[in-house]
Protein backbone atom coordinates (compact mmCIF):
# COMPACT_ATOMS: atom_id res chain seq x y z
CA UNK A 1 0.00 0.00 0.00
CA UNK A 2 1.18 3.49 -1.04
CA UNK A 3 2.14 5.22 2.02
CA UNK A 4 1.02 8.98 0.36
CA UNK A 5 -2.60 10.29 0.79
CA UNK A 6 -2.67 11.41 -2.57
CA UNK A 7 -1.05 11.24 -5.70
CA UNK A 8 2.73 13.28 -6.86
CA UNK A 9 0.76 14.61 -9.80
CA UNK A 10 -1.74 16.65 -7.18
CA UNK A 11 1.64 18.99 -6.14
CA UNK A 12 1.29 20.79 -9.26
CA UNK A 13 -2.06 22.02 -8.24
CA UNK A 14 -0.55 23.37 -4.71
CA UNK A 15 0.50 27.03 -6.13
CA UNK A 16 -2.72 27.27 -7.72
CA UNK A 17 -4.41 26.54 -4.30
CA UNK A 18 -2.65 28.69 -2.49
CA UNK A 19 -3.34 31.94 -4.49
CA UNK A 20 -7.58 30.81 -4.48
CA UNK A 21 -6.61 30.17 -1.14
CA UNK A 22 -5.25 33.71 -0.56
CA UNK A 23 -7.78 35.84 -2.81
CA UNK A 24 -10.97 33.94 -2.50
CA UNK A 25 -11.61 35.62 1.25
CA UNK A 26 -10.82 38.95 -0.37
CA UNK A 27 -13.47 38.61 -2.71
CA UNK A 28 -15.71 37.40 0.56
CA UNK A 29 -15.39 40.61 2.01
CA UNK A 30 -16.03 42.87 -1.34
CA UNK A 31 -19.50 40.85 -1.64
CA UNK A 32 -20.77 40.99 1.77
CA UNK A 33 -19.48 44.88 1.88
CA UNK A 34 -20.69 45.95 -1.16
CA UNK A 35 -22.75 42.73 -3.17
CA UNK A 36 -25.25 42.58 0.18
CA UNK A 37 -25.17 46.43 0.45
CA UNK A 38 -28.87 48.45 0.05
CA UNK A 39 -26.78 50.41 -2.53
CA UNK A 40 -26.72 47.69 -4.51
CA UNK A 41 -29.72 45.13 -3.58
CA UNK A 42 -32.42 47.89 -3.62
CA UNK A 43 -31.90 50.32 -6.51
CA UNK A 44 -33.86 49.83 -9.22
CA UNK A 45 -36.59 47.99 -7.54
CA UNK A 46 -39.83 48.38 -9.75
CA UNK A 47 -42.20 45.49 -8.06
CA UNK A 48 -45.42 44.94 -9.88
CA UNK A 49 -48.75 46.74 -8.26
CA UNK A 50 -52.17 45.43 -8.66
CA UNK A 51 -53.30 48.39 -10.70
CA UNK A 52 -51.12 49.33 -13.67
CA UNK A 53 -51.34 53.36 -11.98
CA UNK A 54 -48.84 55.79 -14.18
CA UNK A 55 -47.08 58.65 -12.03
CA UNK A 56 -45.89 59.43 -15.52
CA UNK A 57 -49.53 60.44 -16.42
CA UNK A 58 -50.77 61.75 -13.23
CA UNK A 59 -48.18 63.35 -11.57
CA UNK A 60 -46.30 64.20 -14.97
CA UNK A 61 -48.83 65.19 -18.04
CA UNK A 62 -51.86 66.12 -15.69
CA UNK A 63 -49.76 67.79 -12.71
CA UNK A 64 -51.39 66.28 -9.98
CA UNK A 65 -49.97 67.38 -7.02
CA UNK A 66 -48.30 64.64 -4.54
CA UNK A 67 -49.40 65.69 -2.30
CA UNK A 68 -53.28 65.31 -3.35
CA UNK A 69 -52.85 61.31 -3.13
CA UNK A 70 -49.97 61.44 -0.25
CA UNK A 71 -51.65 63.66 1.85
CA UNK A 72 -50.24 63.60 5.03
CA UNK A 73 -46.67 63.65 4.16
CA UNK A 74 -47.22 67.61 5.63
CA UNK A 75 -48.36 66.24 9.11
CA UNK A 76 -47.18 63.18 9.97
CA UNK A 77 -43.65 61.12 9.82
CA UNK A 78 -45.40 58.23 6.91
CA UNK A 79 -46.53 59.43 3.24
CA UNK A 80 -50.19 57.82 3.16
CA UNK A 81 -51.12 55.29 0.78
CA UNK A 82 -54.52 56.82 -1.00
CA UNK A 83 -57.70 55.14 0.13
CA UNK A 84 -59.58 53.83 -3.21
CA UNK A 85 -62.09 56.80 -2.76
CA UNK A 86 -59.05 59.06 -3.65
CA UNK A 87 -58.94 57.46 -6.78
CA UNK A 88 -62.83 57.54 -7.20
CA UNK A 89 -62.97 60.99 -6.62
CA UNK A 90 -62.47 61.35 -10.68
CA UNK A 91 -63.01 57.36 -11.70
CA UNK A 92 -66.54 57.71 -10.69
CA UNK A 93 -66.77 60.11 -13.94
CA UNK A 94 -63.26 59.23 -15.85
CA UNK A 95 -62.69 55.71 -18.08
CA UNK A 96 -65.24 53.91 -16.01
CA UNK A 97 -65.15 51.14 -17.97
CA UNK A 98 -61.21 50.63 -18.56
CA UNK A 99 -60.24 47.08 -17.44
CA UNK A 100 -57.07 48.75 -15.95
CA UNK A 101 -59.69 50.06 -13.37
CA UNK A 102 -61.21 46.65 -12.20
CA UNK A 103 -59.50 46.37 -9.27
CA UNK A 104 -60.36 50.01 -8.18
CA UNK A 105 -63.87 49.58 -9.02
CA UNK A 106 -64.07 46.14 -6.93
CA UNK A 107 -62.31 47.78 -3.73
CA UNK A 108 -64.75 50.95 -4.05
CA UNK A 109 -67.68 48.12 -4.18
CA UNK A 110 -66.70 45.81 -1.57
CA UNK A 111 -64.60 48.35 0.69
CA UNK A 112 -61.38 45.90 0.80
CA UNK A 113 -58.16 48.13 0.00
CA UNK A 114 -55.99 47.31 -2.40
CA UNK A 115 -52.38 46.15 -1.71
CA UNK A 116 -50.33 48.45 -2.87
CA UNK A 117 -46.80 47.13 -2.93
CA UNK A 118 -44.21 49.64 -0.95
CA UNK A 119 -41.32 50.58 -3.24
CA UNK A 120 -39.63 52.83 -0.78
CA UNK A 121 -38.74 50.52 2.28
CA UNK A 122 -36.98 51.43 5.61
CA UNK A 123 -35.91 48.52 7.82
CA UNK A 124 -38.19 48.50 11.05
CA UNK A 125 -35.22 49.66 13.29
CA UNK A 126 -34.75 53.33 11.28
CA UNK A 127 -36.98 55.82 11.38
CA UNK A 128 -38.02 58.56 9.06
CA UNK A 129 -40.35 61.76 9.67
CA UNK A 130 -41.76 62.54 6.22
CA UNK A 131 -42.86 65.91 7.86
CA UNK A 132 -39.57 67.12 9.16
CA UNK A 133 -38.16 67.18 5.70
CA UNK A 134 -40.93 68.04 3.81
CA UNK A 135 -41.64 71.53 6.01
CA UNK A 136 -38.15 72.49 6.25
CA UNK A 137 -37.36 72.46 2.18
CA UNK A 138 -36.17 68.86 1.28
CA UNK A 139 -37.97 68.04 -1.58
CA UNK A 140 -40.02 64.35 -2.89
CA UNK A 141 -37.62 64.35 -5.63
CA UNK A 142 -34.66 63.95 -3.21
CA UNK A 143 -35.39 60.58 -2.20
CA UNK A 144 -37.34 59.42 -4.77
CA UNK A 145 -36.18 61.12 -8.57
CA UNK A 146 -38.25 61.82 -11.29
CA UNK A 147 -41.49 60.05 -10.46
CA UNK A 148 -43.59 62.24 -12.66
CA UNK A 149 -41.42 60.66 -15.37
CA UNK A 150 -42.21 57.33 -14.17
CA UNK A 151 -44.68 55.06 -15.67
CA UNK A 152 -43.88 52.17 -13.15
CA UNK A 153 -42.45 53.79 -9.90
CA UNK A 154 -39.22 52.36 -8.56
CA UNK A 155 -36.29 53.21 -6.11
CA UNK A 156 -33.68 55.58 -7.04
CA UNK A 157 -32.03 56.15 -4.14
CA UNK A 158 -30.58 53.91 -1.47
CA UNK A 159 -31.54 54.74 1.69
CA UNK A 160 -28.62 53.54 3.42
CA UNK A 161 -27.35 55.29 6.46
CA UNK A 162 -24.64 56.10 4.70
CA UNK A 163 -26.34 58.36 2.26
CA UNK A 164 -28.66 60.01 4.45
CA UNK A 165 -25.67 61.28 6.74
CA UNK A 166 -24.50 62.45 3.68
CA UNK A 167 -27.61 65.49 3.19
CA UNK A 168 -27.61 65.66 7.25
CA UNK A 169 -23.45 66.51 7.09
CA UNK A 170 -24.38 69.31 3.95
CA UNK A 171 -27.89 69.63 3.62
CA UNK A 172 -27.80 72.64 1.84
CA UNK A 173 -27.72 71.75 -1.61
CA UNK A 174 -30.83 69.64 -0.96
CA UNK A 175 -33.40 72.64 0.35
CA UNK A 176 -35.70 74.27 -1.76
CA UNK A 177 -38.05 76.67 -0.86
CA UNK A 178 -41.56 75.22 0.30
CA UNK A 179 -43.73 76.22 -2.76
CA UNK A 180 -41.31 74.02 -4.73
CA UNK A 181 -41.48 70.92 -2.14
CA UNK A 182 -43.46 68.73 -4.42
CA UNK A 183 -42.09 70.83 -8.05
CA UNK A 184 -40.23 67.64 -9.30
CA UNK A 185 -39.23 69.75 -12.32
CA UNK A 186 -37.31 72.11 -10.22
CA UNK A 187 -33.88 72.09 -9.48
CA UNK A 188 -32.45 73.64 -6.19
CA UNK A 189 -28.72 73.57 -7.54
CA UNK A 190 -29.70 74.78 -11.41
CA UNK A 191 -32.39 77.66 -10.55
CA UNK A 192 -30.94 78.71 -7.03
CA UNK A 193 -27.48 79.47 -6.30
CA UNK A 194 -25.69 78.10 -3.38
CA UNK A 195 -26.16 81.52 -1.08
CA UNK A 196 -30.07 81.30 -1.56
CA UNK A 197 -29.73 77.64 -0.72
CA UNK A 198 -27.73 78.64 2.69
CA UNK A 199 -30.19 81.63 3.27
CA UNK A 200 -33.09 79.03 3.56
CA UNK A 201 -30.90 76.65 5.95
CA UNK A 202 -30.72 79.28 8.45
CA UNK A 203 -34.64 80.26 7.65
CA UNK A 204 -35.67 76.84 8.16
CA UNK A 205 -33.16 76.36 11.27
CA UNK A 206 -31.36 73.74 9.78
CA UNK A 207 -29.25 71.75 11.98
CA UNK A 208 -29.40 67.91 11.10
CA UNK A 209 -28.55 65.42 13.86
CA UNK A 210 -25.87 62.90 13.06
CA UNK A 211 -26.51 61.23 16.76
CA UNK A 212 -27.60 57.37 16.37
CA UNK A 213 -30.85 57.84 18.41
CA UNK A 214 -32.38 60.72 15.53
CA UNK A 215 -32.76 57.87 13.24
CA UNK A 216 -32.26 54.64 15.64
CA UNK A 217 -35.24 55.36 18.30
Known amino acids: MSRFLFPRWSNALLPA ?3 VGAVLPLYAVMFVAYGLSPKTLEVG ?3 TQPVPYSHALHAGTLGIDCRYCHNTVEESGFAAVPPTQTCMNCHTQIHVQSPKLAPVIE ?3 TGMPIE ?3 VHKLADYAFFNHSAHIN ?3 GCVECHGRVDQMEIVYRVA ?4 GWCLECHRDPVDSLRPHGEITNMSFDQRRDMTREAREALQLQYAIHPSENCSTCHR
Open 136 to 138: RGV
Open 45 to 47: YMP
Open 17 to 19: LLV
Open 116 to 118: WVK
Open 107 to 109: SYT
Open 158 to 161: PLSM
